[in-house]
Structures are given as structure tokens and as C-alpha cells.
């Protein structure tokens, strides 16, 4: 039985992760699965993606008690990173600069690490691109001097503004036109993309899985946490529905 688990969607495609470390890697976390892992009896859990619009999203709280029954727990790139930026005081360790920015207030909405995707039989496909990924690959374009920090000021500012459904380059660049950026600036950013363009949350989660790595080579002892959680009527409830609700997340591998 594997000592690592992944919870892994569309931030990256499974090769490259596996090339990293060698674990189960899982679809995207939603509420329950963290708790149901248990039962695999996992040295250490990693969270990138997880559901949250059409499906509840990951519990603090799951979290938290699996933290306290020794497993160690990481989070980066999009929904990881929240909850590690969220958690990383009671012992989850976050991984990345985009945990980074939410944790120092940078970054202060949700949506800057969602995307739109879709399921395929070989793993999973965006169709937008994460505000995270945007506000970097802009500012790599300023410090290339490919657009002015006007223009960089102009298409944050949409990005921002877009559904992030709706966000991708192509409608992001004629946004930025419609909004009075530099025609000539939104060209060359337009060349310059397919070389240039920046993947922070795909950075991030391999950072994460590289950190995780060399943490399991150490061979560390069980997570000793100075806390405990606090078994509420609401909480028993929950974990019970969760532990009888079919068997632990399968390997997606």
C-alpha cells in the first residue's frame, strides 16, 4: 500500500507528477475523501485541485483530523494552497507562491486559482487559465519588456474583472483592447505567449510533490500535532456519513 496520496486534476498532467514522486494520485478532492483516505493508512497526503461549485468543497475540519491521527499534510497550486494558507498554523505545509500570496494577503479571492476543465479518458484538460497564471505570466511579459506597465495594468485588471470560466488569453487580449490597451503591446504579448507563458499553479504543485519527495526519503515520524479536534455532534455526523459513504477514493492513477 502506497505511504502518499495525491489529490491531482487539472493543474497537472499525471506523467509529469509521477515523474516527481511516486504516489496514488486521486481526481479532485470534495468533502469527505480526506477523511475516508484514512482507512489507506497514508504517511502523507498532498492536495492541488479539489472540487468546489457543483460539490462541497474539502473540510477544514477533515483536514484537521487527519493531521491529528500523524499524516502529514501538504497543499499548493489551487485549492491545496487555500486550505494550507488557511491551515498551515494547526500543521499543514503549503508549497508555492501562490500559497505564498494568499498567506500574506496578495492574493485575497477564490476564484484567482479556479479554472474550467473537463474529464477525458487520459486525465483532465483546462479550458481557462488561472488568475494566479495570468498575474505571473504578465509580469514576466513587463520584465521582458513586451507590454508597459500600463498595458500589464490594463489586462490584471480585466483578468480580474472576467468570469473565471471566461478567462482565457484570446478573450483576455480582446478584453484588453476593448479596454484602451496599446494594439501594438497586446501583438507582440499575443508572439511572445507561446514561449512565455507562465504555469504558476503547475510550478507550484510540482514544487510540492518534489518537497514531498525528499520529506518521505527522511523517513519522518507521525505528525504530532499540540491540539486536538473537537468531536461535536455536527462533526461525528459528518465523519460517519463520510466513512459510509462508499469505499476510500479510488486510485486514479
Known sequence: MSEAYVFLGPTLAR???????????????SAGDVCRLWRNRPRAIGIV????????AVWHKEIMWIMAQGVHVFGSAGLGALRAAELD??????VGRVYQAIKDGT???????????????DGYRALSEAMVSIRATLEAATSAQIISDATREVLTAAGAALFYRERTWPALLE????????????????RWLPSGRIDQQADDALAMLREMCDFLASSPAPLRVPWTVANTTRWLAAKDHAEKDGTAPADDQ
Not at 476593448?178 to 504579448?189: F, H, M
Open 15 to 29: 506523467p509529469g507528477a509521477k515523474a516527481e514522486l511516486d504516489a496514488v494520485y486521486l481526481s479532485p478532492v
Open 49 to 56: 485541485d479539489g472540487y468546489f461549485e457543483h460539490v462541497p
Open 89 to 94: 498554523t494547526f500543521g499543514m505545509r503549503g
Open 107 to 121: 492574493l485575497d479571492r477564490d476564484d484567482e486559482v479556479a479554472v474550467a476543465y473537463e474529464e477525458r479518458p
Open 175 to 190: 478584453t484588453g483592447k476593448t479596454a484602451g490597451a496599446d494594439p501594438a503591446e497586446l501583438g507582440a504579448l499575443s
